[in-house]
């Protein structure tokens, strides 16, 4: 029997631990209420599986050099966490998420570039997770780089996707030369193999636009984790193996929750032209015209109504109004009104944005709704207040086959009897595209900052 080895027991004891703490973790995120130990738990697997990597009896060296990029990039990352903003925070998930890719591909080629004696399954998985691994990183980047501002539009071209898939074809090629040759094979071929899988995502993510983005970015999440996973297997680390397959197994959940919530197959994001505001040519256009009411008048309509729906958007976010929100909310229902919040899945910029800043300026969570559970209630609802949203309530989605958003699930708030829209002024929603629920003859425009706003409506509810 081989002799017991203590230290590799409690390193692989440790690594048991830290994958534990990532599900059970995961587990909690899935609930808002839970969701912040939820993030600690994970938070703390994390560091237990960083600090025993330490004693790993394959690092015997380059203490120093792993303290410092450990020091560094986890001051990078408490500053940027620190200082995002909530609407950025897409674009720094992004930018995480191709961080992780790009640490798995890293990986992935210093075990090709050591490994001597390396079985070809091993090897097999290497090359996977390291072409998985760059695709993810270098469209995260993209990704990042357009929710940004820093790349404008979307690039398109013809046979573009014949392209695409020959990059993608060689890449492939190139790296089962690279399994089938062993320890044989040259640098170079190494080299074109990482930038060819660099091009390829960057070529995949540079025509996707517009509202799609989202879907994109949960698509490389996965990506990355399923890297990770193979690097995992590859290194023969548990942590690092569930962590992977964790990350890869939520984010291909969410891809499809978010595809479907936009009424999208994944194949359409990746391969079409949707999601770009310029492709609304033909959409069908806006008749009536806007008209205005002050807050006093809007408050007089709610506090006389039976039941209230709020529902907001990105714009609510922008304004940072939930607290003002959640204040009118309890005023209204001192009053009797029945108020409800009717939450869009792509409200915001982010999945579960809104329930995020709800949750935050103490909402309670049985007055919140989900699409499926409220809009049934529309047509009994007296007063529809639409704060900050746009798109999730635009009825082109719903009516006008030419419209680039047709086919996405929307609130029907067109159908309630009153509607009241607070926006700063005539600004679109993220698509790009005009809102016929803005023209509409049941909907009012209540104009100003979301914040400012639901403030007026605090006070001219206090003075009836
Ligand atoms: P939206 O369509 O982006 O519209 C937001 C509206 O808020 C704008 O029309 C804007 O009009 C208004 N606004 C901005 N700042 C404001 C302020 N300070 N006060 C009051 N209003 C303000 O928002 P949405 O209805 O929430 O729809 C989300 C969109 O984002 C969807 O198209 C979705 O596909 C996309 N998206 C979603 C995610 C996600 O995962 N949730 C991620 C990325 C993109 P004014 O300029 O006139 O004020």
Redesign the pocket.
């Known amino acids: 029997m081989e002799d017991f080895n203590f230290l590799e027991f409690i390193i692989q004891a440790t690594y048991f631990v830290a994958a534990l703490l990532f599900i059970l973790g995961l587990k909690q995120m899935g609930s808002p209420m839970t969701a912040r130990r939820g993030i600690v738990w994970a938070g703390v697997g994390m560091v237990m599986a960083t600090l025993i990597t330490y004693f790993h009896s394959e690092i015997n060296h380059n203490y120093l050099l792993m303290t410092v990029a450990i020091g560094i990039g986890g001051a990078i990352a408490y500053v940027s966490g620190k200082k995002v903003a909530m609407t950025d925070m897409?674009q720094m998930i992004a930018l995480y998420n191709g961080m992780g890719g790009g640490a798995a591909a890293a990986i992935a080629a210093v075990i090709l570039l050591k490994q001597d004696e390396m079985p070809m399954t091993i090897q097999a998985l290497a090359v996977i997770g390291a072409l998985i691994g760059t695709v993810a990183f270098s469209g995260s980047l993209v990704a990042y780089a357009k929710l940004q501002g820093l790349m404008r539009g979307v690039i398109r071209f013809p046979m573009q996707q014949f392209l695409n898939a020959l990059v993608f074809v060689v890449a492939l090629t190139i790296g089962l030369a690279i399994i089938l040759n062993g320890t044989e094979y040259s640098m170079t071929l190494l080299t074109v193999f990482f930038v060819l899988a660099l091009l390829f995502g960057i070529m995949v993510t540079v025509p996707i636009g517009g509202?799609d983005?989202?879907v994109v970015i949960s698509l490389f999440n996965a990506l990355t984790g399923l890297a990770v996973g193979f690097e995992g297997y590859v290194l023969a680390n548990p942590a690092m193996m569930i962590a992977g397959i964790v990350v890869g197994s939520a984010g291909t959940l969410l891809t499809q929750l978010?595809a479907k919530a936009?009424n999208r197959p994944i194949s359409n994001v990746l391969f079409s032209n949707f999601g770009d505001a310029d492709g609304g040519d033909d959409a069908a256009a806006v008749s009536g015209s806007m008209k205005e009411i002050d807050a006093t008048d809007v408050s007089v309509m709610m506090a006389f109504a039976e039941k209230v729906v709020i529902i907001p958007?990105?714009?609510m976010a922008?304004?940072q109004a939930q607290h003002k929100v959640w204040e009118l909310t309890k005023h209204l229902q001192d009053r009797g009104v029945t108020v409800k919040f009717a939450i869009h899945p792509?409200?915001?910029?982010?999945?579960g944005?809104m329930n995020v800043l709800l949750a935050e300026a103490g909402v309670p969570y049985d007055i919140i709704y989900d699409l499926d559970e409220i809009n049934e209630e529309f047509p009994t609802t007296d007063v529809v207040l639409v704060i900050?949203?746009?798109?999730?309530?635009n009825p082109a989605a719903r009516n006008d086959p030419n419209s680039p958003i047709y086919g996405m699930p929307i609130l029907n708030a067109d159908y309630a009897k009153n509607v009241i829209v607070?926006?700063?002024?005539?600004?679109?929603?993220?698509?790009g595209i005009e809102n016929h629920l803005f023209f509409a003859d049941n909907t009012r425009m209540l104009y100003g900052?979301?914040q400012d706003v639901a403030s007026d409506l605090v006070t001219s509810l206090k003075e009836l």
């Open positions: 897409p509202a983005m989202p978010m936009m958007g990105y714009g922008v304004a792509v409200a915001g910029r982010m999945p944005h900050g949203a746009n798109d999730v309530v607070v926006k700063r002024g005539k600004g679109t929603g993220f698509s900052d979301g």
